[in-house]
């Protein structure tokens, strides 16, 4: 089952992504580099530590959003020019169950 990717043909905008916890960002991440994401240095998203805010991105891609995309994340709805689409993957994993 590809969760995330299916995130990408689902919304067209930015997608950030919210992991409650450690255990859901981990299971994020894992999920990431078994549907072929990787950071966009070539790094494989299991050999970096979790975060709660990532961005998904068209070309396969995830990234650390830094200070400035959490908040956005909190008060933004455009990054750039793009809608600003927030998920929560708790809601990802429960639909998926």
């Not at 894992?30 to 299991?46: L, S, Y």
Request: proline fraction near 1%; include cysteine.
């Amino acid at each position: 089952m590809s969760r995330i990717k299916s995130l990408l043909s689902t919304y067209n905008g930015r997608i950030y992504v919210y992991l409650a916890t450690e255990a859901i960002g981990k299971q994020f991440l894992w999920d990431a580099e078994n549907e072929g994401f990787t950071f966009r240095d070539g790094v494989k998203p299991t050999q970096r530590e979790t975060d709660s805010i990532f961005a998904v991105n068209d070309d396969l891609t995830i990234n650390y959003v830094g200070f400035v995309g959490h908040m956005a994340y909190q008060a933004a709805d455009k990054i750039g020019k793009q809608r600003l689409i927030r998920i929560d993957y708790r809601k990802i994993l429960k639909c998926s169950e």
